[in-house]
């Protein structure tokens, strides 16, 4: 069994950062890919990053140059360092990871941009 677990969230003035966390613990298995989404009230969640085992990586456009993911090789963890914050940035975020015997969900971590 593989668990997941985000951290991280919080408040924030707008233009402030906040760095997401998240670790898949459990049954051991090799690095494929994972992903953060995040789903404002009233909206479809929706795919913010994304880190595969070559270290490529894929950016909705919205946080482009905001955003940037990585993952830390030691252990299966991922990271969302997320500067200059908007309020449309508003959401619970999900880690989203692949492992071989299916893709599984964080809880999610609520991130709250506002003056």
């Known amino acids: 069994q593989v668990n997941v677990a985000e951290s991280g969230g919080g408040l924030v003035q707008p233009g402030g950062s906040l760095r997401l966390s998240c670790a898949a613990s459990g049954r051991a298995f090799s690095f494929v890919a994972m992903a953060w989404y995040r789903q404002a009230p009233g909206h479809q969640r929706e795919l913010v990053a994304s880190i595969r085992a070559s270290g490529s990586t894929d950016y909705k456009d919205s946080v482009k140059g905001r955003f940037a993911i990585s993952r830390s090789r030691a252990n299966n963890m991922v990271f969302l360092q997320m500067d200059n914050l908007i309020p449309e940035d508003t959401a619970i975020y999900y880690c989203?990871?692949?492992?071989?015997?299916?893709?599984?969900w964080g809880q999610g971590t609520q991130v709250t941009v506002s003056s």
């Open positions: 989203y990871v692949y492992t071989p015997w299916g893709n599984i």
